[in-house]
């Protein structure tokens, strides 16, 4: 009897000496974003950096979605922004065509097979069929880039798809030159309807970022 107790005792002290295993999870994949601009705006150098006076890239979309069998249209935007002041720079680009009636959003396949061909596009208001540019001013003033001005490039370089957790992204260097308008009431005449169209340059503009599907 007294040799049952002491094999019970020893593999009682045995089993709470065996060490637990922690399982630890396999890690989650995090794409890493960056964000960045700088260029010279209406002769001045702006340059705006992620996490620097509370600028941050803003990834968003415009979906027009249409009854099948009629494509439904996506335009995606990237937005350098601060909450700590009002000048800011977006570039737009769309659109894709997908079916709305089946899927609220593009494939990722469709995604990626769109940005990774629009390296060189036009410019298109609203990023409609092609590529935009807004820029808001310290002043909270709105300009706009015209698709029917002549003298303005875009191109897209370094495009990169990666997923995670959070979403499906392409991020990319965009490198462009343009001028952006704005409207404005022209008060030299007794006419209220009348108005004049103001311009600046932005001008070796570099914008890096992403898009999110």
Known sequence: ????????????????????????????????????????????????????????????KTKYILPSPTPSKAAYYANMKSSNGLVSIRVGLGSISFDGSADSDPSLAVFNSFFS???????????????????????????????????????????????????DYSKFTCTFNCNVYRTVPDLTTPVLTDSLTLSLPIQNAILKGWFKR
Not at 3 to 27: D, N, Q, Y
Not at 119 to 144: H, L
Request: hydrophobic share 40%; proline share 5%.
């Open 117 to 167: 061909s629009m390296t060189a596009p036009v410019y298109s208001a609203a990023a409609a069929n092609g590529f935009e540019v807004v820029y808001r001013d310290g002043s909270g003033n709105v300009w706009t880039s015209d698709d029917t001005q002549p003298v303005q490039d875009v191109i897209f370089t370094g495009i990169v798809q990666e997923s995670d957790g959070s979403g």
């Open 1 to 60: 009897m007294k040799k049952v107790i002491a094999l019970f005792a020893f593999g009682s002290l045995f089993l709470a000496g065996c060490p637990k295993h922690e399982i630890i999870p396999a890690p989650t994949p995090k794409v890493e974003l960056e964000s960045s601009f700088i260029g010279i705006v209406n002769g001045s150098q702006l340059e705006l950096t992620q996490n620097v006076d509370g600028y941050y890239l803003e990834a968003t």
